[in-house]
């Protein structure tokens, strides 16, 4: 008997060698379940002499417990390591493509995002225009030099490729009436030859805001926010003179060379200032022919260039990039 | 416009540095391009030459030593053959610059050198480089030699459009002295040779007074051509000028002064028919030509305007002279043009001729009709001060257009609401004043004060009377234009224009009216002024009785008005002609008058007006928004607060079309495509190729370039050219662009534009694994939107393959294909918001089955048939499709995933078994074979 137990020992202990997850719970019920050898013995300890149960009860209990513990250290043998497949961590994983927004459109994002914020509507126009949106509606009579056809494309049936999306302005303001408070985003055309700093599309956006008590003023700390916002907090700015048919005053926006913080440098041809959007008070005349009254409304309009605004911000030095899809332009940004 | 500093300071006595004054000028709105000086050099020092030695390593060297004026003489090496001890040579110094090179210490060939001895090349004052430039032997040694040249610094402003009176010194010096200082201008005298008429020499005939509405002449006798005096010379170089001679220069000096374009013309070489000369402006014949003074043969056409004596065209008007009448050196009697062309017209001539000129620069922008009086002058005090002539008597001078006075009424409340600023009237009259305009506190009752005694005149009017003599509605017509408000000019106009107001309302201003004498018929009709010089005739039938007299109301019970007639003994009567004036009468004589009319007013608000006249060289400035920008722009930009519109709220409407393309743009680069701008332009091929009716594409007028003449229809054969452009750069490329597609519309329409999606897929792994992606791409579209693609409409969207012919045309090496989407439809099938579907609480079980298929058949047949065959099934969807081994060539097999459940319990197995083997008969009608049973 004591030789029986033995040899139960070395067999579940050998049977244990070659366990894997699969069977090891069969071996488990095999050696140590209801119907193994070793519970038939305990089973049938009560047919021998006191003695000999004491002895053989003992040895085949010891002999339980040796296997329960070899199982149980098996089954640690058996949990699956950390890193048991040997991956390698700086191995690149599965490939996602990755795509591209132009930068001019991430830039346009960026900037109707902050309109949006600021309760700006987006409204947007055809780029096919006829001469009174384009042209004649803002305060651009027939003779005046913007007009030549060296800067306007002209189809065939007279009508134009928009030279900006002022147009857009003036067909909102056909459907609604003050108070507006726009931004009007879009290709426009110049009929140019391309360089580094001109190309035959180009985008705008421009801004409309019409009330009665808008002003000057008004129009100075909004444009100021988009610098802000658009070129970094510690952005300066610097609203000078100057001269559009469409608007009067006019004013340009400089903003302090965000590479330079100001002092001069390439970007900036040495000033420390980046002339960055026209603007300026709604002409009477062109609120006249959005049939608005003059006289009891004011407004400021503006517009920006995304092209320029991204030129700055990435430092890309020729325009041209923008209209010749490259990818190793495009996959830049 | 180059703008000297010494020069402008002669005019202003404005103390700033050129950087300030760049700066000052910038915030006026003057566009400063570049300060820098005339000369392109810097450290450059008159040295005199003290010995010169050979050079021991170079045999074409010389070793100088030469005196800068400092203590010890610098060892120069210099190469040049005529050097000679003693002369005056200009030196660059180390650290100093010529010729855009920065100079250093050098050594050359073994030996020191400190600086350099300079040619006129070298420093940009000519084009010998033969030597180095010796100067005159009494030049002073140590001087700079910017100095010794009359260097000057010079600001070059980019001048605005509408702004020609900066194309003159002296309109700039008005700009640099607004607000900051005094501006004193020279003093224009013509001294006359009182014994011989300038009519009597020469005619002007204007036949285009559209073109030239100003034409002014002068001649100047007995000039004698030499060189202009060196300031004069120093000055025209100082603006980019060659001077040639001191008739010539002069031409020139004036031009730069004031703005104005003079022509000189040999007065003696005019074709001189009896006793006069004869200059007629008129259009240039067909084919007639003209050699202008830079040689050129130009030919001429009816578009153009000439100026021409009896036989010869002699100029271009406005662009360039002409060779036959140019002034030289044995030219003694000068005509003076000085005249105002159509702007328009000079531009166009310029454009067509190719031929640009300073004149022509000033001209397009158009020119005050006043400027050539003074420019004339000027240009004839020059010539006897600096050329020794004697003006003739006299000035001719045909115009033939009004010389518009710009009156305006400005209210500093309304400035400062439309500014956010808040500036006090004197303010206001102070910078408008700096800027010379003319600038009051307008009070209506001191104003008609004035007038009191003028006569009455019927019919006076501001062309001959101005502010000497009345008729009722003149007086009132001028007070009100003094503020630029156009009440009408005649008594019918006023009552009609004005609004009424009660007699018990009465207020300062208002105009009262009775019928009284109507001294000729009674009529319907008046014109109204624009405020601009435009007149626009406007009928009423409101007053058939008409209206003869009125008067304008000056408080306390009094009327001021002119008046020729009065009512006594039940009738109108004259007054005795000394009668006949303006006067004070009492309201009653209006309002008790038996023909009262009423009463009229024209402002809310005559309180705190300024009375502003513009001056003549401003013709820009022509409504009160031009005025804030006056105010605003001496007052500063930099004053005026920054503040946020205060508006009423309005609710921020979303724009949806906005947000579709901006949502597809972010899913389309999520998933790994590029972006891609590209221009519209596109040729016919590119049309045609992709079989697009030629006559739906809209057509450029002017193109860049020929083959690029039409608008697209189709975003793919600029797709197909991107990528063509970037197919070597990876295996794959993918690219996405979203545009405007257009086609012609209905005559006298817009071309229709539909916003398109293109994406463009080259993958070389091949034509299919492109497909896929395309579609894949077009899946993910649809799904993201939660459109059914079933329900889509024909045409909103296409997968192009490419084929060998068109790859070809396009240099496309690689196979791509083309996904397009109209995007507008789009949009409108994509469901507005998505609806709660009922979801099953009882299991919901798949299955696969796989079938192998002919190749024809298609994927949507296979899925249609399963999904109608059961109301168990929910779903199905393809998972796989497997070509090749061990099927056949025209064989497919397809694996569709079945998702079943039920709404009512749980499916048993039998249900399952009985769904799936409905789906299989299904598969089996469509010619499927069934592969392996079932998982």
């Known amino acids: ?333 | 416009m180059k703008m000297p500093l010494k020069w402008l300071k002669e005019y202003t006595n404005v103390e700033m540095t050129a950087k300030q004054l760049a700066e000052h000028l910038t915030m006026v709105g003057q566009e400063v391009e570049s300060l820098g000086g005339t000369h392109d050099f810097d450290k450059v020092i008159i040295g005199e030459v003290l010995s010169i030695e050979k050079h021991p390593n170079a045999d074409k060297l010389h070793l100088t030593k030469v005196n800068v004026g400092i203590k010890d003489p610098l060892q120069i090496v210099c190469g040049a053959n005529n050097l000679s001890i003693g002369i005056r040579v200009p030196v660059v110094l180390v650290g100093g610059r010529v010729a855009g090179f920065k100079i250093d210490k050098a050594n050359l060939r073994g030996i020191e050198s400190f600086g350099m001895i300079c040619s006129e090349k070298e420093l940009g004052l000519g084009d010998n480089h033969d030597g180095i430039l010796i100067l005159d032997q009494d030049s002073k040694v140590g001087t700079d030699f910017k100095e010794y040249l009359g260097s000057e610094t010079v600001i070059d402003i980019k001048v605005q459009p509408n702004r020609p009176d900066c194309m003159g010194i002296w309109g700039l010096a008005r700009e640099v002295a607004a607000g900051k200082g005094k501006l004193t201008l020279p003093n224009i005298n013509v001294a006359e040779d009182k014994n011989e008429k300038t009519l009597e020499l020469v005619e002007i005939q204007v036949d285009e007074p559209d073109l030239c509405p100003r034409y002014m002449a002068r001649i100047v006798k007995g000039v004698k051509i030499g060189p202009s005096p060196k300031w004069l010379q120093d000055r025209l170089k100082s603006v980019g000028v060659r001077p040639i001679n001191n008739v010539v220069d002069i031409s020139n000096y004036v031009m730069f002064e004031t703005g104005q374009p003079l022509h000189f013309f040999d007065f003696d070489k005019i074709a001189n028919r009896g006793k006069k000369a004869k200059i007629i402006i008129r259009r240039a014949k067909k084919n007639e030509n003209l050699t202008t003074l830079d040689g050129v043969n130009q030919k001429l056409n009816p578009d153009m305007l000439l100026i021409s004596d009896e036989k010869n065209p002699v100029a271009v008007a406005g662009v360039m002279g002409g060779k036959n009448t140019e002034v030289n050196d044995a030219t003694k009697n000068i005509l003076i043009e000085a005249a105002v062309f159509d702007k328009t017209n000079i531009r166009k001539t310029s454009k067509s001729l190719n031929l640009r000129s300073e004149a022509v620069s000033r001209f397009e922008k158009g020119l005050p009709l006043t400027l050539p009086e003074i420019s004339i002058d000027r240009a004839a005090q020059l010539l006897s001060e600096l050329a020794g002539g004697k003006a003739t008597k006299g000035t001719i001078d045909v115009l033939s257009k009004w010389i518009w006075i710009q009156h305006l009424g400005l209210s500093v409340a309304k400035t400062n609401k439309f500014l956010g600023i808040d500036t006090k009237n004197q303010e206001c009259i102070d910078i408008l004043r700096s800027l010379e305009f003319e600038a009051d506190k307008f009070d209506i009752v001191n104003e008609a004060k004035k007038h009191l005694g003028k006569p009455y005149l019927y019919g006076a009017n501001y062309k001959q009377n101005r502010a000497e003599a009345f008729d009722c509605s003149y007086l009132t017509d001028y007070i009100y234009s003094l503020i630029n408000v156009q009440i009408g000019h005649t008594s019918l106009g006023q009552l009609h224009h004005g609004w009424e107001v009660k007699t018990s309302d009465l207020r300062a201003g208002d105009i009262l009216f009775y019928k009284g004498h109507i001294d000729k018929s009674v009529t319907n009709e008046y014109h109204k002024n624009d405020g601009k010089g435009n007149h626009t005739k406007v009928l009423t039938n409101k007053y058939p009785e008409g209206v003869g007299h009125n008067g304008l109301y000056i408080g306390d019970g009094k009327v001021i008005h002119a008046a020729a007639y009065e009512y006594k003994e039940g009738k109108w009567q004259e007054k005795a002609k000394s009668d006949q004036k303006v006067e004070i009468v009492p309201v009653e004589y209006f309002t008790k008058n038996p023909e009262f009319i009423g009463v009229r007013r024209y402002v809310e608000n005559l309180d705190n007006l300024i009375a502003v006249t513009v001056p003549w060289w401003r013709e820009d400035v022509k409504n009160n928004a031009d005025l804030y920008e006056e105010i605003a722009r001496v007052w500063g930009y930099n004053n005026i607060p920054s503040t946020l519109p205060e508006m009423r709220d309005i609710l921020p409407r979303e724009n949806l079309d906005y947000k579709f393309v901006n949502k597809l743009r972010q899913l389309l680069a999520s998933i790994g495509l590029t972006e891609i701008f590209t221009y519209p332009f596109v040729s016919k091929k590119d049309i045609e190729t992709f079989g697009e009716d030629i006559k739906q594409a809209p057509r450029v007028a002017n193109p860049l370039l020929q083959e690029q003449g039409y608008l697209r229809t189709d975003l793919i054969p600029s797709m197909l050219k991107a990528l063509a452009e970037n197919q070597f750069d990876h295996d794959i490329i993918q690219f996405f662009e979203i545009s405007q597609v257009f086609h012609k519309n209905r005559a006298g329409t817009l071309p229709k534009e539909t916003k398109n999606l293109c994406v463009g897929i080259k993958n070389d792994a091949g034509e299919k694994a492109s497909f896929d992606m395309a579609k894949g791409i077009f899946d993910r579209i649809v799904t993201e939107f939660k459109i059914d693609e079933g329900s889509l409409p024909k045409g909103i969207w296409r997968i192009e393959l490419i084929s060998p012919e068109i790859m070809n045309k396009y240099d496309l090496k690689k196979k791509a294909v083309a996904l397009v989407i109209d995007l507008d439809k789009l949009q409108k099938a994509a469901p507005k918001k998505s609806v709660f579907q009922p979801i099953s609480k009882y299991p919901y079980v798949e299955r696969d089955i796989s079938a192998v298929f002919n190749k024809n058949q298609l994927a949507k047949e296979i899925l249609d048939a399963i999904k109608k065959c059961s109301q168990l099934v929910i779903n199905a969807k393809i998972i796989d499709i497997y070509e090749g081994k061990p099927y056949d060539n025209n064989q497919k097999s397809v694996t569709v995933r079945l998702t079943l459940s039920s709404f009512d319990k749980t499916l048993t197995d039998q249900e399952i078994e009985q769904t799936i083997n409905l789906c299989i008969k299904r598969i089996v009608t469509l010619g499927g074979n069934i592969r392996g049973g079932k998982k």
């Open chain 1, 1 to 333: 008997m004591e030789e029986k137990i033995k040899k139960i020992l070395q067999k579940a202990l050998a049977g244990l060698e070659a366990a894997t997850t699969e069977n090891i719970n069969e071996l488990q019920s095999k050696f140590l379940g209801r119907r193994s050898e070793l519970n038939e013995i305990l089973k049938s300890l009560g047919k021998l002499s006191l003695e000999e149960k004491k002895k053989v009860g003992a040895q085949a209990n010891k002999t339980r417990q040796e296997i329960e513990k070899a199982f149980e250290s098996k089954r640690q043998q058996l949990q699956p390591k950390v890193n048991d497949l040997k991956i390698d961590f700086t191995a690149p994983g599965k490939y996602f493509a990755v795509g591209h927004l132009h930068p001019v459109t991430q830039v346009m994002t960026e900037i109707l995002e902050v309109f949006k914020s600021m309760g700006y509507e987006i409204a947007d126009g055809p780029e096919v225009e006829d001469d009174w949106h384009n042209f004649e509606a803002l305060n651009l009579p027939p003779e005046h030099p913007a007009r030549d056809m060296q800067d306007t494309f002209y189809l065939t049936d007279g009508n134009v490729l928009r030279t900006h999306t002022s147009p857009v302005q003036i067909r909102y303001t056909e459907k609604h009436k003050p108070p507006i408070k726009i931004v009007s985003p879009g290709r426009c055309y110049r009929n140019e030859n391309e360089d580094a700093s001109h190309s035959w599309s180009f985008h705008q956006i421009e801004g409309l805001v019409i009330d009665k008590n808008i002003t000057f003023a008004d129009l100075k700390g909004t444009l100021e926010v988009l610098a802000k916002a658009l070129l970094g907090p510690e952005t300066r700015t610097r609203f000078r003179p100057s001269f559009f048919p469409y608007t009067e005053p006019s004013a340009e926006l400089d903003a302090s060379c965000p590479h330079c913080k100001g002092a001069g440098c390439r970007s900036c041809g040495y000033s420390g200032w980046l002339e960055l959007l026209g603007s300026g008070m709604v002409h009477p005349e062109v609120l006249k022919n959005m049939k608005i009254d003059p006289d009891k409304y004011t407004g400021f309009a503006f517009g920006l260039g995304p092209e320029r605004v991204a030129a700055i911000k990435h430092e890309i030095p020729d325009v041209r990039y923008f209209w010749h899809p490259d990818v190793k332009f495009l996959e830049q940004f």
